[in-house]
Antibody, heavy 109, light 110 residues
Framework: QLQLVQSGAQVKKPGASVKVSCKALGYTSGPYNINWVRQAPGQGLEWIGGKFHDRVTMTTDTSTRTAYLELRSLTSDDTATYYC??????????????WGQGTPVTVSS | QSALTQPASVSGSPGQAITISCTGTSTDIDDSDYVSWYQQHPGKAPKLLNHGVRNRPSGVSDRFSASKSGNTASLTISGLQPEDEAAYFCASYTRRNTVVFGGGTKLTVL
């Protein structure tokens, strides 16, 4: 059964970049579609997609089954827990299961 | 894209049934076969409860059921149990190949 394990919490200064990893365990074959979702403290879920395109890079290292999310030019509004989740369906984003445990990212001067 | 609209909170007593609504627009829920629901306990990652209305992952109780009509999706939890107290989120795949989530509903089991 697929399990997604994420890297640990990070603290960054405004203007810096952050890179979060998400390793797939227990999965013997691909391809898989990793999506990223974030949740600001006490807030709802937000899919990381189009509106972030100029600040976000999403990559996958298939040899290590690890996906990465890099977010640049951080502001305090980027303070959130970042989740990776496997997307399913033809688009790879019709629904999400399973999810990683989350990576808290704090942006503070 | 604006978030889907969910009530901020709902409550019910053990054994009762509650329904959480999720309202979207013509470009998401009304135009999509792919509405999904997630449960999130405090400090935990979301967990998939249902997708595409009729599809419930193995291991998810059949007390959780979903429906959709026009631009509104609904999640019904029957036979409320204390462990159902959590936040619930809906999500919809959209015609723009994006995903939009609801703002979340906090369920309190009285």
């Amino acid at each position: 059964q697929l399990q997604l394990v994420q890297s640990g919490a990070q603290v960054k200064k405004p203007g810096a970049s952050v890179k979060v990893s998400c390793k797939a365990l227990g999965y013997t074959s691909g391809p898989y579609n990793i999506n990223w979702v974030r949740q600001a403290p006490g807030q709802g879920l937000e899919w990381i997609g189009g509106k972030f395109h100029d600040r976000v890079t999403m990559t996958t290292d298939t040899s290590t089954r690890t996906a990465y999310l890099e977010l640049r030019s951080l502001t305090s509004d980027d303070t959130a827990t970042y989740y990776c989740a496997e997307g399913s369906g033809l688009s790879g984003r019709h629904w999400f299961d399973p999810w990683g445990q989350g990576t808290p990212v704090t942006v503070s001067s | 894209q604006s978030a889907l609209t969910q009530p901020a909170s709902v409550s019910g007593s053990p054994g009762q049934a509650i329904t959480i609504s999720c309202t979207g627009t013509s470009t998401d829920i009304d135009d999509s076969d792919y509405v999904s629901w997630y449960q999130q306990h405090p400090g935990k990652a979301p967990k998939l409860l249902n997708h595409g209305v009729r599809n419930r992952p193995s291991g998810v109780s059949d007390r959780f059921s979903a429906s959709k009509s026009g631009n509104t999706a609904s999640l019904t939890i029957s036979g409320l149990q204390p462990e159902d107290e959590a936040a619930y989120f809906c999500a919809s795949y959209t015609r723009r190949n994006t995903v939009v989530f609801g703002g979340g509903t906090k369920l309190t089991v009285l």
